[in-house]
């Protein structure tokens, strides 16, 4: 069974750091790319990032360009988001989810990041 | 970026019933189309990929259709475990873009 359990969301204080942490099982990880994909309270699904199968290329929303940096290692089944300079409007929760194609077929349960002082 | 605008935002159906729901892109994104459904407390599910492919264990009940930038998903005889929110993606260009959602609601 495909799983993808994230960590790491707590609340934090503008301007902070926090390491976010998505640990997979269930299928061959380093063939898998993953995203990371927010949802702030009341609002819709924004993608955040992805990461390629063997950790080569990334690529960042725009909101988050410059303040996120998205990694992993196939190792340890694990990619990680260092979240850096947290705004209000970071504020959601974010899911770890594997990409197949141009699809997202399996998301984790979501972990909440909440900024505020 | 790529806009990805659905309608309704919100519905109102009774079990049984056949709902469909729009999602509109602001340019081609040929059949670059997924959708997804969402509940509180639950992660995100794929219904629909490519515009018109249905995911492994997803009920029949569930279709898609549409190309360029006009889509379609269609779900007959609601049940009522689909009471959700659904979700527009588009994969033909980074930044991925969701639409807005649109949340079915018991009548």
């Known amino acids: 069974e495909v799983q993808l359990v994230e960590s790491g969301g707590s609340l934090v204080q503008p301007g902070g750091s926090l390491r976010l942490s998505c640990e997979a099982s269930?299928?061959?990880?380093?063939?898998?790319?993953i995203n990371w994909v927010r949802q702030a309270p009341g609002k819709g699904l924004e993608w955040v990032s992805y990461?390629?199968?063997?950790?080569?290329?990334?690529f960042y929303g725009d909101s988050v360009k410059g303040r996120f940096t998205i990694s992993r290692d196939n190792a340890k089944n694990s990619v990680y988001l260092q979240m850096n300079s947290l705004r209000a409007e970071d504020t959601a929760v974010y899911y770890c989810a594997r990409v197949n194609n141009i699809a997202i077929d399996f998301w984790g349960q979501g972990t909440l990041v909440t900024v505020s002082s | 970026d790529i806009q990805m605008t659905q309608s309704p935002s919100f519905l109102s159906a009774s079990v049984g019933d056949r709902v469909t729901i729009t999602c509109r892109a602001s340019?081609?994104?040929?059949?670059?189309l997924n959708w997804y459904q969402h509940q509180p407390g639950k992660a995100p599910r794929l219904l629909i990929y490519?515009?018109?492919g249905l995911q492994s264990g997803v009920p029949s009940r569930f279709s898609g259709s549409g190309s360029g930038t006009d889509f379609t998903l269609t779900i007959t005889n609601l049940q009522p475990e689909d009471f959700a929110t659904y979700s527009c993606q588009q994969g033909y260009t980074t930044p991925w873009t969701f639409g807005q959602g649109t949340k079915v609601e018991i009548k």
């Open positions: 340019q081609n994104i040929i059949n670059h």
């Open positions: 990461i390629s199968a063997n950790g080569n290329i990334m």
């Open positions: 269930g299928f061959t990880f380093s063939s898998h790319s």
């Open positions: 490519v515009a018109s």
